[in-house]
């Protein structure tokens, strides 16, 4: 059995078969009367669905670890933890089908940091600019490592 682009990465897949559907419906290929452009735009909206699902998962990764970093409070610890995991695991699964996008995550960090940064802010009642501006740890040391956790406060 041979391994394919779809099989080895999921979001190149994708952008590459919305390009050759729009190659195909510009080379007479509309008599079959297919929809070929809107079929390409589906198609791309997959790759799209990914990096959101990346940026919604790193955002929620680094508002549990900002919780766990600006926090004592003992009970909720736990389930921000149990979070923390659930995030980079999932991470880690579009990264691994889709290696493609495995420098997304840097792209978007300052963005999923921003985000985040203000929902703990507001979530943990403090003041306005209390967390740093840019996000306080390292993308692949830190944040994506599953063994790292930030000290507790």
């Given at each position: 059995m041979?391994?394919?682009?779809?099989?080895?990465?999921f979001n190149a897949w994708t952008l590459d078969q919305a390009a050759r559907l729009r190659q195909a419906g510009g080379s007479g290929a509309k008599a079959s009367g297919?929809?070929?452009?809107?079929?390409?735009e589906e198609i791309e909206s997959m790759a799209r669905s990914e990096r959101s699902e990346i940026e919604n998962r790193?955002?929620?990764?680094?508002?549990?670890?900002?919780?766990l970093a600006w926090c004592a409070d003992q009970p909720p610890r736990r389930g921000w933890k149990v979070t923390v995991n659930e995030q980079r695991r999932g991470l880690?699964?579009?990264l691994t089908a889709s290696p493609s996008l495995r420098h997304h995550p840097a792209t978007i960090l300052a963005d999923c940091w921003?985000?985040?940064?203000d929902r703990t802010e507001a979530d943990l009642n403090l003041p306005e600019n209390t967390l740093p501006e840019t996000c306080p740890w390292s993308l692949d040391d830190q944040v994506l490592n599953q063994?790292?956790?930030?000290?507790?406060?």
């Open positions: 041979s391994t394919t682009l779809y099989d080895t990465d297919l929809d070929w452009d809107n079929i390409a790193l955002t929620q990764l680094l508002f549990h670890l900002a919780k880690q699964r579009v921003a985000t985040a940064r063994a790292w956790l930030p000290p507790s406060p």
